[in-house]
């Protein structure tokens, strides 16, 4: 069963970037296996998705904040991570990083595929503060 | 984007209760929905998926239902590790979208 862990300042400035990365313990960030993805939750709010990356680098952001976020892979770390530019009060949140299993069911020729998140990192909180 | 609303907000119940919460799609998603529960402080917990299907480990206790637009997760008889606020999810189109949640407490 993987682990994951995440890392990065817990406090940002307006218009800054924030940076964080997400250690994976037990897998591969280069499995064909796993998407692997970062969540958000607001203080008092629910989640939402910030997007995944899959493989050696393709990548799949939610259209709202598709214009700041850059989600990367470092394979030699076995980490990826999260970047989000010219943050302000409103990207503050506890950011978790997640992996995406892919179950599929049926029969050869009518097979689906359901995606869900089943490992989990603690969550990092960020604040985004002058 | 696909909306996922739950109902209702907050729940009061007592163990050994049954208790059931609901989730719309504002679009038809099929059966590709998610649960998940969180506690305070915690990350979430991957409860079902595709509708219906308990991850491994999950008690019997829980189960889910519906396909297309309407979704209902239930939990038979409320055990006190069961007080958590619990989300929907769909996972038919990216962007991903959850449920507000649904908050579940002792009454």
């Known amino acids: 069963q993987g682990q994951l862990q995440e890392s990065g300042p817990g406090l940002v400035k307006p218009s800054e970037t924030l940076s964080l990365t997400c250690t994976v313990s037990?897998?591969?960030?280069?499995?064909?296996?796993?998407?692997w993805t970062w969540i958000r939750q607001a203080p008092g709010k629910g989640l939402e998705w910030i997007g995944y990356?899959?493989?050696?680098?393709?990548?799949n952001y939610n259209p709202s904040l598709k214009s700041r976020v850059t989600i990367s892979s470092d394979t030699s770390r076995n980490q990826f991570s999260l970047n989000l530019t010219s943050v302000t009060a409103a990207d503050t949140a506890i950011y978790y990083c997640?992996?995406?299993?892919?179950?599929?069911?049926?029969?050869?020729?009518?097979?689906?595929?359901?995606?869900?998140?089943?490992?989990w990192g603690q969550g990092t909180t960020v604040i985004v503060s002058s | 984007d696909i909306q996922m609303t739950q109902s209702p907000s907050s729940l009061s119940a007592s163990v050994g209760d049954r208790v059931t919460i609901t989730c719309r799609a504002s679009?038809?998603?099929?059966?590709?929905l998610n649960w998940y529960q969180q506690k305070p402080g915690k990350a979430p917990k991957y409860l079902i998926y595709?509708?219906?299907s308990l991850r491994s480990g999950v008690p019997s206790r829980f189960s889910g239902r519906g396909s297309g637009t309407e979704f209902t997760l239930t939990i038979s008889s409320l055990q006190p590790e069961d007080f958590a606020t619990y989300y929907c999810?769909?996972?038919?189109?990216?962007?991903?979208?959850f449920g507000q949640g649904t908050k579940l407490d002792i009454k």
């Open positions: 037990g897998d591969s960030v280069t499995s064909g296996t796993y998407y």
């Open positions: 999810q769909q996972s038919y189109r990216t962007p991903y979208t």
């Open positions: 997640a992996r995406i299993v892919v179950v599929d069911e049926g029969v050869p020729g009518d097979t689906y595929y359901y995606f869900g998140m089943d490992v």
């Open positions: 990356i899959y493989h050696i680098g393709s990548t």
């Open positions: 679009q038809s998603i099929s059966s590709y």
């Open positions: 595709a509708a219906t």
